[in-house]
């Protein structure tokens, strides 16, 4: 007989996970105290980085049926959710979302939520880079600078490429204007691209 277990996830300390519990236990899935895991931690992280969710992922078993309230419980990032899905799918483990009427996402109906879901997140990254690009060209094109601020003067990096041609260290010049190497070494890097 299956075994059911469900995951159940809060992402700061004084959120609690007994709402998802109860839900699961209202659509009828019967699951015992010791295989419910709850765990507090950032939707960010990876379903498979997690403590909690790694250990349960180890006691799951072919035929098992692991239950979540919604998908974001396995993690906000639709490709790490379809991952996530998909290894344990290949482990004979079904996943079933209440959010999505209870569907098996490891089933045909499933699969197919899943591959709309994972269509309209790539969707929406291709938008935002979209974006992104057409106003960094906008502003490029409207003569702002982009990027980060330089940490030193054009009269220091004036100094910075003298010294520099007299030998002087990059330790030595990042010791002078309190920055690190790497902004010494960008300084060279823009002078020697802006010659080119």
Do not use: W
Request: glycine share 8%.
């Amino acid at each position: 007989m299956a075994r059911a277990f469900s995951y159940c996830r809060v992402s700061t300390a004084d959120q609690t996970t007994d709402n998802q519990v109860r839900e699961i236990e209202a659509a009828g899935f019967a699951v015992d105290a010791k295989r419910i895991v709850t765990e507090t931690v950032s939707g960010s992280t990876p379903a498979m980085e997690r403590k909690g969710f790694a250990k349960l992922v180890d006691r799951l078993e072919a035929g098992d049926v692991l239950v979540v309230t919604k998908l974001d419980r396995l993690g906000r990032n639709a490709m790490d959710v379809r991952a996530t899905v998909d290894t344990l799918a290949a482990g004979g483990v079904r996943v079933h979302c209440l959010a999505l009427g209870g569907v098996d996402l490891t089933s045909a109906a499933g699969k197919m939520t899943m591959a709309v879901i994972s269509a309209v997140a790539e969707f929406e990254r291709d938008l935002l880079i979209e974006r992104t690009q057409s106003g960094l060209s906008r502003a490029k094109a409207e003569g702002k600078t982009l990027g980060r601020p330089s940490a030193l003067t054009a009269a220091q990096q004036q100094d910075v490429l003298r010294s520099r041609s007299q030998g002087v260290s990059l330790g030595a010049l990042a010791k002078r204007y309190g920055v690190a190497r790497s902004s010494i070494q960008r300084v060279e890097q823009r002078h020697s691209s802006a010659d080119k």
